[in-house]
């Protein structure tokens, strides 16, 4: 007889233990369908996180392109007109080099026409770099001459300028 008490015990202990497992499982099934729920929950907020983010870096994307258009653009009109600035800084320098030359060739003129006395007088008058330019351009005889109507000291000065001076040693050395 104990061992029916024995074996009746067992059995409801078997019997409590599996519905003590049918809760727990019931229990942990739930718990587990509760966490899917907010697994589920947090990848739909990421995934619609995700997208707002994409659409926000793509708009972002944009106007940095648009901006980089602009600026190429603005680059664009800046290089042309630097260059229209340069073509006409040469095309004035050249207009100057013409006028300076033009200016010079009538001055020259004038110099080779006039008396050697009154040359010599107005030339002695002039800075000396000045005057130093104006003999040089002129013809060797007519500033031997020039030379001679001028102050010795002055015409001393003139031909030192004209031998040592940097403008002059490119044409004095090829003489």
């Given at each position: 007889?104990k061992?029916?008490?024995f074996?009746?015990?067992?059995?409801?202990?078997l019997?409590?233990?599996?519905?003590?497992?049918?809760?727990?499982?019931?229990?942990r099934?739930?718990?587990i369908?509760?966490?899917l729920?907010?697994?589920?929950?947090s990848r739909q907020?990421?995934?619609?996180?995700?997208?707002?983010t994409?659409?926000?870096?793509?708009?972002?994307?944009?106007?940095?392109l648009?901006?980089?258009?602009?600026?190429?653009?603005?680059?664009?009109?800046?290089?042309q007109?630097?260059?229209?600035?340069?073509?006409?800084l040469?095309?004035?320098?050249?207009?100057?080099?013409?006028?300076?030359?033009?200016?010079?060739?009538?001055?020259?003129?004038?110099?080779?026409?006039?008396?050697d006395?009154?040359?010599?007088?107005i030339?002695?008058?002039l800075?000396?770099?000045?005057?130093?330019?104006?003999?040089?351009?002129?013809d060797?005889?007519?500033?031997s001459?020039?030379f001679?109507?001028?102050?010795?000291?002055?015409?001393?000065?003139?031909?030192?300028?004209?031998?040592?001076?940097?403008?002059?040693?490119?044409?004095?050395?090829?003489?």
């Open positions: 007889m061992f029916i008490y074996i009746i015990f067992l059995a409801s202990l019997y409590a233990a599996s519905e003590n497992n049918d809760e727990i499982l019931a229990d099934e739930a718990k369908a509760k966490n729920e907010l697994i589920d929950s907020e990421l995934e619609a996180y995700r997208a707002a994409n659409t926000l870096f793509n708009q972002r994307e944009e106007q940095i648009a901006k980089e258009r602009d600026l190429n653009k603005t680059l664009a009109q800046i290089s007109k630097e260059e229209n600035i340069k073509k006409m040469d095309k004035n320098e050249k207009i100057l080099s013409e006028i300076k030359s033009i200016t010079n060739d009538k001055i020259l003129s004038v110099y080779a026409k006039m008396k006395g009154a040359a010599a007088t030339i002695a008058q800075p000396r770099d000045e005057a130093a330019k104006v003999l040089h351009a002129l060797p005889k007519k500033i001459t020039i001679a109507k001028m102050d010795p000291q002055i015409a001393a000065e003139l031909t030192q300028i004209l031998k040592n001076d940097e403008l002059f040693k490119d044409l004095n050395s090829t003489k």
